[in-house]
């Protein structure tokens, strides 16, 4: 039988029988996670519409896609560039290739659209790793059946994901600094929509408070050293300030460059911690101190993750969606902070 003038696909037969077009592929393959009655419904509708798998299509489902997808909102800056890196390595070293997929707007809209035109490519997954993503790929693993896992974006602690411990990579910043004898450390976060962000201010506060220091204004940036510069002039005329913590290292080359046409020495006069150590900071003047986050890591992780999510769907069950544990950063101690002047 054909639906009209065209013969009648798998989603046809997922109608008729009132069924998911997951469903009608198990039955195709034999799979052993459907039951007695919705098996014989799903024959039924095959027989009733003459539908006939194509046999390559077939053979993809027996072996499973090799590609896996991933979701990117700006893999212009530094640290998601280096995580679609990580994940890529990740990826091929199980065998699988990765298709990326990026979105102007990292919002629900944005990524559910981006996760739907993975789908059509029939990947294995899909790795998300834009701000906010986390409701949006679960809501979308629950419609489609599609394992997700997303990165730096959990934000409710609900879902399968991974990520830096940027709350303890602050802190190090932040301690680094009290313990050279700083009595309060300035902030400049990136933008307050992102999770990094607002972890990241957290570690701040938190370290602060822990040594009962009052937690001075927040400064916000955008991630660029163009914000970091107007932070750094902001900075420069409040007098009393030793200390500063930027949110990533391009915001501390531009408050370091903003300081340093003010008239200020780093370290003598101002000491600057940045986050990410990117592969220029150990070449900057002075070399930057900073913390290191492990994104190779994360995207081992993240990979491991998402294929037990793939195997578990393949098998017609749910792995157990929970977020894996955090990377720890590290500290790395170079020459642009220093012991407070008495």
């Not at 899909?126 to 993503?133: L, Q």
């Amino acid at each position: 039988m054909t639906m009209g003038s065209r013969a009648a696909v798998i989603k046809d037969v997922a109608r008729l029988a009132g069924v998911s077009h997951q469903t009608v592929s198990r039955v195709l393959n034999n799979h052993g996670a459907v039951s007695g009655p919705t098996r014989e419904r799903v024959l039924s509708a095959i027989s009733a519409l003459g539908y006939r798998p194509n046999a390559m299509a077939r053979g993809l489902a027996r072996r499973g896609s090799r590609v896996i997808g991933v979701v990117a909102s700006d893999p212009t800056l530094y640290g998601p560039a280096s995580t679609l890196l990580g994940i890529e390595r990740a990826a091929r070293a199980e065998g699988y290739g990765v298709s990326i997929v990026t979105v102007a707007r990292a919002d629900d809209v944005g990524v559910l659209a981006a996760l739907e035109t993975l789908a059509s490519q029939s990947v294995a997954g899909a790795v998300v790793a834009a701000p906010h993503a986390a409701a949006a790929a679960a809501m979308f693993d629950e419609r489609r059946g599609m394992a997700t896992v997303t990165v730096e974006g959990d934000v409710d602690g609900t879902g399968p994901s991974v990520g830096v411990d940027h709350v303890a990579g602050a802190r190090l910043a932040v301690e680094h600094l009290l313990d050279l004898g700083h009595r309060s450390v300035r902030h400049v976060s990136g933008p307050l929509g992102w999770p990094e962000s607002r972890d990241r201010i957290a570690g701040w506060r938190a370290a602060l408070e822990s040594a009962g220091i009052a937690t001075p204004r927040l400064l916000t940036g955008d991630w660029s050293a163009r914000s970091g510069y107007a932070a750094g002039l902001a900075l420069a005329e409040r007098p009393g300030v030793t200390a500063v913590f930027a949110g990533n290292d391009q915001m501390a080359l531009g408050v370091i460059r903003a300081l340093q046409e003010r008239g200020l020495r780093i370290p003598a006069d101002v000491s600057v911690v940045g986050f990410d150590d990117i592969p220029e900071a150990e070449y900057l003047w002075p070399p930057l101190t900073t913390v290191r986050q492990d994104l190779d890591e994360v995207g081992r992780r993240c990979i491991a993750a998402l294929l037990r999510q793939v195997e578990a769907v393949r098998h017609g069950r749910r792995a157990q969606a929970r977020p894996e544990p955090k990377v720890a950063p590290t500290l790395v101690v170079r020459a642009s902070a220093g012991s407070v002047r008495r």
